[in-house]
Antibody, heavy 121, light 107 residues
Framework: QVQLVQSGAEVKKPGASVKLSCGASGYTFTSYYMHWVRQAPGQGLEWMGIINPSGGSTSYAQRFQGRVTMTRDTPTRTVYMELSSLGSEDTAVYYC??????????????WGQGTLVTVSS | DIQMTQSPSSLSASVGDKVTITCRASQSITTYLNWYQQKPGKAPKVMIYGASNLQSGVPSRFSGSGSGTDFTLTISSLQPEDFATYYCQQSYTSPYSFGQGTKLEIK
């Protein structure tokens, strides 16, 4: 069965960076794009970007450009999301979500369990 | 960027009720509209994609409609497990924006 397992909670100081992981199993890793989405406490969902695990190409939301880097490691079937220059506004649960691969529609059919990142001095 | 606006922000209803949630896009997204359900402490789950297509395994009491800029999610007969927050999302173009959410609560 498809599973996305994310790394554990992180506590970071302002200005630091955080690198989160999302390990995939149960499907052909390189055949499905992966998204990262975050959710601040009590708030809605915010798309951060997408990575193609096959070639490693990425596309980021404009507001994170220059601060976010998404990478993948094919042998370990893991995608990573690194966010730098953290501020308190980056405190959120971060999710990886798999694009379904539907030929027409873009939908995200499997999600990781989420990783809480807390930014505090 | 495309802005997505949901209404209402919260809704109280009883088991067995029919409820409708609306979502409006700031520009036409044809039918590139998804609906997600999220329960507290859990990841979102896709319910409807392409405005009206039921995701596999989702009960048929859920339905979606609309095109262009105006969309609705309807739950025909609320069940206890349906009380959650619902988000619309446009998948027409990047950045893939979400509505602010509609919290469906038990009356």
């Amino acid at each position: 069965q498809v599973q996305l397992v994310q790394s554990g909670a992180e506590v970071k100081k302002p200005g630091a960076s955080v690198k989160l992981s999302c390990g995939a199993s149960g499907y052909t890793f390189t055949s499905y794009y992966m998204h990262w989405v975050r959710q601040a406490p009590g708030q809605g969902l915010e798309w951060m970007g997408i990575i193609n695990p096959s070639g490693g190409s990425t596309s980021y939301a404009q507001r994170f450009q220059g601060r976010v880097t998404m990478t993948r490691d094919t042998p370990t079937r893991t995608v990573y999301m690194e966010l730098s220059s953290l501020g308190s506004e980056d405190t959120a649960v971060y999710y990886c979500a798999r694009s379904s691969g539907h030929q027409v529609w873009e939908l995200w059919d499997y999600w990781g369990q989420g990783t809480l990142v807390t930014v505090s001095s | 960027d495309i802005q997505m606006t949901q209404s209402p922000s919260s809704l109280s209803a009883s088991v067995g009720d029919k409820v409708t949630i609306t979502c409006r896009a700031s520009q036409s997204i044809t039918t590139y509209l998804n609906w997600y359900q999220q329960k507290p402490g859990k990841a979102p789950k896709v319910m409807i994609y392409g405005a009206s297509n039921l995701q596999s395994g989702v009960p048929s009491r859920f339905s979606g409609s609309g095109s262009g800029t105006d969309f609705t999610l309807t739950i025909s007969s609320l069940q206890p497990e349906d009380f959650a927050t619902y988000y619309c999302q446009q998948s027409y173009t990047s950045p893939y924006s979400f509505g602010q959410g509609t919290k469906l609560e038990i009356k």
